[in-house]
């Protein structure tokens, strides 16, 4: 994400102090990476903080040994900083062959970081001949990470859209804004809260409040450019939080670890509100038995953050072939709408309708909505992601100010 999901702040300086990589040969064609794969093991670092998402990335194992003869192994991370420093590491050492790393999902500052500086392999993605299908044109996101052009060094997967799920049964009315958010909270006070950052959720909830709320939100379309500017911007998102933390479950003393933590007291009748970043990811839970059937879903009246999530490749990887042979199958109709039926994961799909085949559509249309999924016309407004610069610092001022 889903990364979107998480962090590599720690790494940045560092990596800046090193400098480019080394200079790696053209990227393989596609027919070559096809001839390769076969035999090759993928180390595929991965976030794996959702029962859902692992038993999905085992499906992909499964997919790709069978079509392809590839080994894919789920290097499970709680933070893709763990994969990012991995690389970082390697370099160090010298080792431009043979990484550690052939595949990591990624997206946001961990992307930005490493294209900076020189640890991804590529231009590859225009290579794979399932981004033909990718909606480039009414899914931007999809070529642009975070204000940041992708330029071919990550293949999309997965489009994520912030989104509230709430228990229909205890809730009557939701709020439509971040200031009404504060008021809802006000009035159910411990009914609400947020995962810690840096949990790509609770940061994502961190932007999307300084979005509303700051004095010109297309400033955050644009690296920060000094501390000035950043404590004048991010001011009102202080004075936000230091009102509404003594509102949220437990006085705001603790927050959940996690996404799955935060829907997991929503189930347990903890919470009456929780934040998820997969619209149809309140029916999936609801079919798995992990969240009341009265579950339902509710957005902002003015929008909602939304992002596309990636897999890239890092520059010393071992097995570049099998790599994009696996990203090319996730972005294929098969891999696509098994990833969006909540069944399975709910993950809204990057690829462009009316550039499938009929057997291929029928796939999609083929997905069980269930009662607890708004159609994408009732979603609203995508807002834009800030740039990277800005969630690095405010991922770092929310731990001085509330991380004890």
Do not use: C
Request: charged share 20%; proline share 8%; hydrophobic share 45%.
């Amino acid at each position: 994400m889903i990364e979107a999901m998480q962090r590599a702040a720690g790494a940045a300086l560092a990596l800046a102090l090193l400098g480019a990589a080394p200079a790696v040969a053209e990227p393989l064609s596609w027919d070559e990476a096809l001839e390769r794969a076969p035999g090759q093991t993928v180390y595929w670092n991965a976030w794996a903080g959702d029962e859902r998402i692992n038993a999905y990335i085992a499906w992909v194992g499964e997919r790709v040994e069978a079509l392809h003869g590839i080994e894919l192994e789920h290097v499970k991370l709680t933070d893709t900083a763990e994969a990012v420093n991995r690389v970082l590491a390697e370099k160090a050492a010298g080792k431009s062959e043979a990484g550690s790393v052939d595949l990591v999902w990624i997206n946001g500052e961990n992307f930005a970081t490493m294209k900076q500086n020189g640890l991804l392999y590529g231009p590859f993605a225009e290579r794979l001949p399932n981004f033909a299908l990718v909606d480039t044109r009414d899914k931007p996101t999809t070529v642009v990470d975070f204000t940041v052009p992708t330029d071919g060094l990550e293949a999309p997967w997965g489009m994520a859209k912030i989104n509230f799920i709430y228990d229909s049964a205890r809730v009557t009315e939701t709020p439509g804004s971040i200031p009404a958010f504060a008021d809802w909270a006000a009035a159910h006070p411990g009914r609400f809260s947020y995962p810690a950052p840096p949990d790509f959720i609770g940061s994502t909830f961190l932007k999307q409040v300084l979005i509303e709320l700051t004095a010109d939100a297309d400033l955050l379309q644009r690296p920060v450019a000094d501390d000035a500017q950043f404590q004048a911007a991010t001011a009102p998102l202080w004075a936000y939080l230091d009102a509404l933390h003594p509102q949220l479950w437990r006085a705001g003393r603790v927050f959940p670890a996690s996404g799955p933590a935060q829907l997991q007291l929503l189930d347990d009748g903890e919470l009456d509100i929780a934040i998820s970043f997969y619209p149809s990811e309140a029916q999936s839970l609801i079919d798995n038995g992990r969240l009341p059937a009265s579950a339902r879903v509710f957005v902002l009246d003015e929008g909602t953050i939304g992002n596309t999530h990636f897999v890239a490749i890092p520059f010393n990887a071992r097995a570049k072939a099998a790599a994009m042979v696996v990203a090319n199958f996730l972005m294929s109709p098969e891999a696509q709408a098994r990833k969006q039926d909540p069944r399975h994961w709910g993950d809204d799909t990057v690829l462009a309708m009316d550039r499938l085949a009929p057997d291929e559509r029928a796939l999609f249309e083929a997905i069980p909505a269930g009662p607890a999924t708004l159609p994408p016309e009732a979603l609203g407004p995508v807002l834009l992601e800030p740039h990277p610069t800005w969630m690095t610092r405010i991922e770092a001022e929310w731990a001085r100010r509330y991380g004890g």
